[in-house]
């Protein structure tokens, strides 16, 4: 059976799923039955040295008015004018399947309404996790779960910066150039360093397995540009790494989301996963802690997260199989204050006097670390008791040099 | 929309099923609309003591002939009658999802297409892997690459006793008496130990991949009887851990496919998948490396698995959206001989001149270990090649200790 499909934006994600749908056609075909033909490419660019030139496109409407185009892919990234083009296929009853973490980290919940009404799918597999497939799983196969918890490494970039201080010893700023040297980082890497990219991917995650879209403004999200050499060290010599980590935590009535760097010690298997590589860790009541691990961006494996999405939903738009998944807006108390957010904390303070840390926080671990410097885990204590000790060491004169939050996991 | 079901065996998968249905009834219901009903447990005894005394029913045609029940479970185990009730119910139309290995290894070709021609479905998710979702992603998730691995630590006893022997520094006996005191071993561990169990996994893994079911006679199978404690340190000397993997390689014209012990490098993810976790790598052309990590084994976890295809099958009895796999019997030339099977190689052997070593294996890698013997890496060479190379080096007096492959994966 043949659907004919569109895609939107042959940049790098979109280009790898031309090639993808080029070369696996039989493949594909031979396995599920659909024949998927690329019948246009929207570009702004003309294109005329790409092997798909005879069907590019510059006008969506040509795509959004031909009754033959049943999906799209969209590979344009950014809100505009991927919103609207999106929202104009949904409404024609064209299914589409996006790329783009931050239009549907901020727009999910309406455009996943504007297909349920239209009667066709809008899929996502390719925002979160490159190449892994865990929105899927999340919603299919963990569908028996209660899932407590979403922990993930979902940034390649600040990954890769974080593993070649662990082990190449060397500091924030040249793994950063090295990042960038590699195109592992952007010019302007602020997204990724900064936790901005983390932050849609734990709302895209926590949505998928919670029903409720969180806006990332209210996702506490701290980046890694704080991160010493000397803390990865000190976590290193007590048998952990530091990893930034998205997490989306529901136990009892609460619900926190965040992103922020963690020490992670080495039992867990996020410690492990290095360079570019993603990983999402989850745990349900039943299946308990499952790890998902793949490559999280480029080209040919976002591709096969894309092609993931056109297969089902050129699929469903043959026997009408699949539906919508359901995101309702957060509610107002979602996500709980994050000053109740409970963990063990890693500080590095200079200037202390030896007994005012006993006296500020009680009972706590030392951890070696460079001369002049005090490190130490605390027992475990709210983010609101955390600052407020931090802020009685201050006075008694210590300067805080560090504070990483511990993740501690017990399953 | 209420779905009626029924569960055939309450034993460990069954019972952990019935309670994941129960537990977690609303929680299924609200997120997915299928509001599923447990009618029937199958049972020889009649358990008036449990939860479910008043669904107990010791007659297979109660729930064959009752038109209510749309999905049935089957935890049985064993072919027999397993083989029998599943049948007859796929005939009368019920989609039957199942935990049972051995069962689908061997009649998953016929009893899928009895289900096709039936109009219902028979899924099997649980039968591999435990709670990981590995089949329906392999199915749908991947269905845009073309898969050329398939490599898992696909046996939580023998992945224990291995984990043991390493960190403990125990030999095979006394870990396999841990194993069993543990309750990780059963009595009679022949099927865990000798690789049988991971002969049906892999072979339900790559019929998921590629289509055909390769008979598990076929499969080149070893298990870890072999395995002593001085491998396992040569093995840790040279950043190695010495794992059983299930793997189906299919790399130009050719497919392998195998169970037996290899040695592991640290660098890959395999490596460190420990203790009665199982781990499933799956290389796609596109994807490129995936790693599937979680709990293979356990009431709970093969619980959430046979949960996942209940409520697929359930959703599908009432929207007709789901198709079985196309299994077809493996070709006469499946697998490709497995003498043509290229890797690397460990090898242990006491009584050796050194020289004779460098004459017939030419090009090794010297391996630290005990004392009277000397171990080495070959260079890559096939099965064949091996075999011939040993004898030979039998016939100039050495006594062969071990002989392990090499896991050498490059992405």
Redesign the interface.
Known sequence: MVVQVAIMGLGVVGG?TAD??T??HD??LS??GVDIRIKYILDIRDLPDSPYADRIVHDISVIASDPEVAVVAETIGGVHPAYEFTRRLLEAGKSVVSSNKQLVSEYGVELLSVAEKAGCVYLY?ASTGG???IL??LR???????ISEISGILNGTTNYILTRMISGGVDFEDALAEAKAKGYAEANPTADIDGHDAARKIAILAATAF?HLIPTERIHTEGIRGIRLSDVRAAESIGARIKLLGRALRLGGELFILVAPFLVFDSC?LA?IDDVYNGVLVH????????????GA?A??T???V??D???AAS?AL????TNPVWTPADESEPSDFASFACRHYIALSGVEANAVDVIFGKTEPVPTVEGEIAFLTELMTEREALERLERISASGATLQSRIRVCDRTE
Do not use: C, M, Q
């Not at 349900?284 to 490559?295: I, P, T």
């Not at 026997?319 to 699949?322: D, F, I, N, V, W």
């Open positions: 790898g993808l749908l070369e696996n493949l594909i396995r599920t597999e190449g892994i497939p899927s799983p299919y196969d963990l569908a028996g779960n209660e029903g298997p492990r349900g009541n039943y299946v308990g802690d499952l790890l998902f691990y793949g490559r480029g040919k494996a591709a096969s997260a092609a993931a056109l297969i089902s469903s026997t009408g199989a699949l």
